[in-house]
């Protein structure tokens, strides 16, 4: 069964819109979101689906293209599959409140083929190929450091998807899935 106690206890499913995970399914192909969170700090939550949930960082600058760039990853609590198709306002108040933008979408593939994503993730190496709208390629999560000092980066693997030059979070801002921006979805779903 899905590990998902720490995402219930954390919310009120009687306030928040955000899915419960009762009915998590999964399709053919692992799938990924990045979902633009804009809390009390924007940030950038990466999910991968491992195991029937999904298993997520929060990227507090955001991925980049640029391979030589290393983006802190701090891993928070598994969120149910459904999740990755919420993109709303989570209401004043309540656990992560603010809103929420499907800000990409799509399957990967575990690049290590020599160990399934959990051992990857044990082994502190998780190599994938993206196959997102905007995010592409591979890209490599990599621990640094034990116990609780244990921070992991996000990094853009050197390949056709990488670019040195311009700034994706800059050049396109807005939903993968309805297209809106953080103000629109603010403005219709708030
Ligand atoms: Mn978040």
Redesign the pocket.
Known sequence: MPHLEEYRRKRDFSRTTEPSGEGSESGEEPGFVV?K?D?SNL???IRLEINGVLV?W?VPKGPSLNPKVKRLAMP?EDHPLEYAGFEGVIPEGEY?A?T?MVWDRGTYENLRDDMSMEEALSDGKVEVRLWGEKLEGGWAFIRTGSGDNARWLLIKMDDEHADRSGDILDARPDSALTGRSLDEIQKEEG
């Open positions: 979902q969170h809390a940030h950038y939550d997520s929060a928070t992560g603010g929420v």
